[in-house]
């Protein structure tokens, strides 16, 4: 089972009013690339909504300007044969795609990977760290709060001693 083709995208992102994507097809390893705001990130996010059934990120996605309308997503699907599946009304309407699905794009990166290019105080502190998986990444974070509470902890030691020395004399 695999997604053939988009039929038509609603007020998502930067897809206002994308309908009949016949020419739009789609292999079992299929790479989207295009320029900045062309689409590939809502794309993303439509697939990633898809593979975990969640309709709360296509809802986050809004058009801009505002459309009126419901959002709206009919790929087909093929398999032995070729049906639809569609995100109408909030929802998915069920299909066993998920499971043939992955999605690499920025969630993925965000939960499975810690480059350091994030341009953050513990990111720059790890500017040349790379890192891979989910598990990882957290065990990354959690050793960046380690260190900034050993830091806090530190300082605030350090401000005691201080205040203990002015004391005596």
């Known amino acids: 089972m695999k997604i053939a083709r988009i039929k038509e995208i609603k007020n998502i992102g ?4 994308f309908a009949n994507g016949a ?6 390893l299929t790479f989207i690339y295009g320029f900045n705001m062309y689409g ?5 996010d439509i697939f990633q909504s898809l593979k975990e059934n969640n309709s709360q990120v296509i ?5 801009i300007p505002a459309q009126s309308g419901q959002q709206k997503v009919i790929f087909s699907i093929k398999d032995q044969t070729e049906s639809d599946i569609k995100f109408e009304n909030n929802n998915w309407s069920q299909s066993d795609i998920s499971k043939n699905l992955e999605v690499f794009g920025t969630e993925f990166i965000h ?5 350091g290019l ?14 891979l998986g989910e598990q990882g990444v957290k065990l990354v974070e959690e050793i960046a709060k380690k260190k900034k509470e050993l830091r806090d902890k530190k300082r ?9 020395c002015k004391r005596q004399k």
């Open 40 to 44: 590939k990130t809502t794309l993303a």
């Open 156 to 164: 605030e030691l350090k401000k005691q001693s201080t205040c203990l």
């Open 14 to 17: 930067t897809f206002a009013n």
């Open 118 to 131: 994030t341009i953050e105080r513990t990111n720059k502190e790890n500017f040349t760290q790379f890192i």
């Open 23 to 28: 020419s739009l097809g789609f292999e079992k």
């Open 59 to 63: 809802q986050a996605r809004k058009t």
């Open 111 to 115: 939960k499975n990977l810690f480059t």
